[in-house]
């Protein structure tokens, strides 16, 4: 009897234990036509050691503090993806203020807001954007760059099954990437929790912990992340509506040893937007939201030298000094752009006989390509082209001088391997037929 009773007992017990829990699907979908309006907050704070200065004579690295803060906000839409492999949405934003110290120098990063609208594209590469309404500037893809993509970052943060309190789950590679820009994760990783569900402003949200930290490679070299932060999940709006964590970025040398710390806060707020009239379909139906050559093209513009161009992404601006500008391109591709005063500006004619005697000294084989031509009329620019073979290689030399009316103006040198001269002398063309070189 006592036997029966106590089977009886442990099947109850069993049965009471083990009742199902309450679980929860912690769900967003980015369908195309999706709004959100989007609020990011950073707070920075730290010190870095940089490498010593061998012209003075420094034998140690010098430590500099950092302090940073910034806010962004802007409209999201969610578009159509135009492949399998990358993600994209186009943004209005509202106000972007990023400004950093460093040591005693002080840095901003400013968005212009003749491109506050953009089309953010984000793949495997990492993300690109561009804007409709003209080019960017390096400076502000480096910061759109750098900045949260909520299509890639929420679904990583969720579970990819219906959860109950206490469980956990991992944060997947996509996650990792958004929250700590490494390039490569070595060691470590971050958790998510299921806390519970509370009620805030009427809304029932699902309350996540964020904890972990991991070792990689980022722009910096190896480094160690740590997060520590809680999120909140809306179940009546079905949308990750907050995030916030409280971080430490380790750089570390070859050693692994910490040569900088930087603390951090981050929040993130999202919500539901019923109609943003920049991103109606009435605002977006004659604009251009795939990338092409002419609406991913790069602005350069240097007030103090007062030239400006455009130029493809698949070159990057290199030394600026004086009164020079380098650009460098695929396969060792390179331009040269100087600023001339009226009195050392060359005409076409002599450039093309300074150009030829110069290259002659390296080379027998220097031929004209291209004879001096007008491929733009005001301001004047005159272009030709030349062949050589240096060494073991053979290369086009492509020529410009641009001509202000006061005859200021720059001369303008490419060096394009031959085997690459046709497509990169597409490139030369753009550059040249965009050029600016007149301070105002």
């Not at 990819?160 to 958004?178: F, Q, R, S």
């Amino acid at each position: 009897m006592h036997r029966v009773f106590f089977t009886l007992a442990l099947l109850l017990s069993s049965a009471n234990g083990s009742s199902a829990q309450e679980t929860y699907q912690l769900v967003e979908k980015f369908e195309p036509g999706t709004l959100s309006r989007v609020e990011q907050k950073t707070e920075l704070t730290g010190k870095l050691a940089v490498p010593a200065d061998k012209e003075a004579k420094e034998t140690k690295p010098q430590i500099v503090s950092l302090s940073g803060s910034g806010k962004v906000v802007y409209d999201e839409r969610q578009l159509p993806s135009d492949d399998a492999e990358t993600r994209k949405v186009l943004r209005q934003y509202r106000s972007f203020e990023v400004r950093r110290v460093v040591g005693a120098r002080e840095q901003g990063t400013d968005l212009r807001k003749a491109v506050y609208r953009q089309v953010v594209l984000r793949s495997a590469k990492g993300k690109s954007p561009f804007s409709p309404d003209g080019p960017l500037l390096w400076g502000e893809i480096d910061a759109i760059r750098t900045d949260v993509f909520s299509p890639a970052l929420v679904p990583a943060l969720l579970p990819a099954k219906a959860v109950a309190v206490n469980d956990t789950w991992p944060l997947d590679a996509d996650g990792v990437t958004e929250l700590t820009d490494m390039e490569k994760v070595t060691a470590g990783g971050f958790t998510l929790k299921f806390l519970g569900v509370v009620t805030i402003n009427g809304h029932k949200q699902a309350r996540l912990s964020l904890s972990g930290s991991a070792r990689g490679v980022d722009d910096n070299g190896p480094c160690k992340h740590t997060l520590d932060g809680t999120a909140y999940f809306d179940l009546d709006g079905n949308r990750l509506s907050y995030l916030s964590l409280k971080g430490t970025h380790d750089l570390l040398d070859g050693a692994g040893q910490t040569v900088g710390t930087i603390e951090g806060r981050f929040t993130l707020n999202r919500t539901a937007v019923a109609e943003v009239t920049e991103l109606s379909d009435a605002a977006l139906k004659d604009l251009e939201l795939k990338p092409t050559p002419e609406n991913s093209a790069l602005l350069y513009d240097n007030p103090q030298l007062g030239v400006r161009f455009l130029y493809p992404r698949r070159w990057r601006i290199g030394a600026v000094q004086g009164k020079q500008v380098t650009l460098d391109g695929p396969n060792g591709a390179g331009i040269l752009i100087t600023i001339e005063a009226a009195k050392s500006l060359p005409s076409v004619a002599d450039f093309l006989r300074e150009s030829t005697a110069f290259l002659q000294k390296s080379s027998k084989d220097v031929s004209v390509t291209r004879k001096p031509e007008r491929i733009v009329e005001k301001p004047a620019v005159d272009r030709f082209s030349l062949t050589a073979s240096m060494k073991d290689e053979k290369v086009r030399m492509e020529y410009a001088v641009l001509t202000n009316a006061d005859g200021s103006g720059v001369t303008f040198a490419g060096r394009l391997p031959d085997a690459d001269a046709e497509a990169l002398g597409k490139d030369v063309e753009k550059v040249l037929k965009s050029l600016a070189a007149e301070k105002k």
